[in-house]
């Protein structure tokens, strides 16, 4: 399972305010690593610099000094709707001169092709084969005046989950859905403002918590101050998995620290599936806290035994066949001298398709370890997710494939336990009724279609580049 995205947005008037989104990007590089972008705003015009790679690998002292003004968006991607490539980085800008907006778009727009479909025929013309690009335009095409209606007008076509920054030349505006799926919060920082998708990110420049903002708000920053616009709302629907795995420890979502939140979900594990072992392992970074909760609630001690290396799949290169072949050897590393004849209890964030736990527990085993338990935080993923995270279809979902036992034989390991939705309600500590939990029930806050294309837009937009050949020749 792969991150969503991360946004971030400040306006200060005398601040640094490209270095400070740089900052902030920087902090919030775990939601994606795919590609990185800064737009800024100077009261007159936009200027945007995006790029493939990670923050650290796209910008440097002379692309930051090209980002002048005192407002800035940025934006990390991992790709939930369009292709990994140049075309598709974010912020996107669309519209000319004065009426010209970027946005940066954490989330998925179910109802994308429609809107594209619809704006293609009013002449707006897409550039890329995402669904920001869909929003942007669908702000712009807006009958209303002022910037916070045509927003508004937008929020009411779309459907999905959004976690927006807009950046006009002379305000900054954050947007959050109205099932407020993804996270995002407001912050102070001496003379500005930032909107950021997690609190670690204010941490990482010196700014204030101040709130999250709310679900169906809108939250505008001018030269007169912050203004808050909202509609009512019936049913609010978190990511349930910002908790579990998404979201940096150090972040408060909700008011709950994830940490915390995510020991709970190990002791809860230990609670429900107890065994005896030597050791309790958390698989570095997702579950070690998760670790510790179990090691903290069982009394079995707790043991660095896998080392990860955090620079797995951040390299353009490609590994050649000897070293794909290696796998998740690559990304893990065994202490074999910790591991000889242990009875080893191994706490996991989830099973997505299947493919990584495996290699995990034979690693472990031609370590030395004389058996593994695997415990997982996240109850059993039958469903996929529509709304801004790239999971799995639905065919390739172990869960939905195969009972727990027959889970337990795949993986290799000698017994599997996972963590109960009531379970992982009381880790968290919040009401059942603030989160999405439809990868686990197939409830969805909102009708989906069970299968749906990634790159549908990125199909349509070449149908019609096609079409519009055949009619010039």
Known sequence: MHESCGVFGVYAPNEDVARLTFFALFALQHRGQESSGIATADGKKLNVYAKMGLASQVFN???????????????????????????????????????????AHNGNIINAEHL??????????????????????????????????????????????????????DALFGVRDPFAVRPLCLGSIDSGWVIASESCALDHIGASFIREIEPGEIVSVTENGVDSYRDKVDRRA????????????DSVINGRLLSPARQAMGAGLAQEYPVAADLAVGVPDSATSAGIGYSRQSGIPIGEVLIKNRYVARTFIEPDQRIRDLGVKLKFNPLPYMLQDKRLVVVDD????????????????????????????????????????????????????KSTPEICQFIGADSLGYLSIEGLIKAVALPRETFCLACFTGDYPIPVQLEMDKLALETMQADRHALSGIGRR
């Open 61 to 103: 002292e002379e692309s930051l000094s090209h980002l002048v003004g005192n407002i800035a968006i940025g934006h990390n991607r991992y790709s939930t709707r369009g292709s990994s490539q140049e075309c598709n980085v974010q912020p996107i800008v669309v519209g000319k001169g004065s009426h010209a907006i970027a946005v």
């Open 116 to 169: 594209y479909e619809e704006l293609n025929e009013q002449g707006y013309t897409f550039y890329s084969s995402t669904d920001t690009e869909v929003i942007a335009n669908l702000i712009l095409s807006s009958p209303e005046k002022n910037w916070v209606n045509k927003i508004r007008y937008a929020m009411h076509r779309l459907q999905g989950a959004y976690s927006l920054t807009v950046l006009t030349k």
């Open 238 to 249: 978190l990511c349930i998995f910002e908790y579990i795995y998404f979201a940096r420890p």
């Open 350 to 401: 989830s099973i997505v398709r299947g493919t990584t736990t495996p290699s995990v527990v034979k690693i472990l085993r031609r370590a030395g370890a004389k058996e593994v338990h695997m415990r997982i935080c996240a109850p059993p993923i039958r469903y996929p997710c529509f709304f801004g995270v790239d999971m799995a279809t639905r065919g390739e979902l172990i869960a939905a494939q």
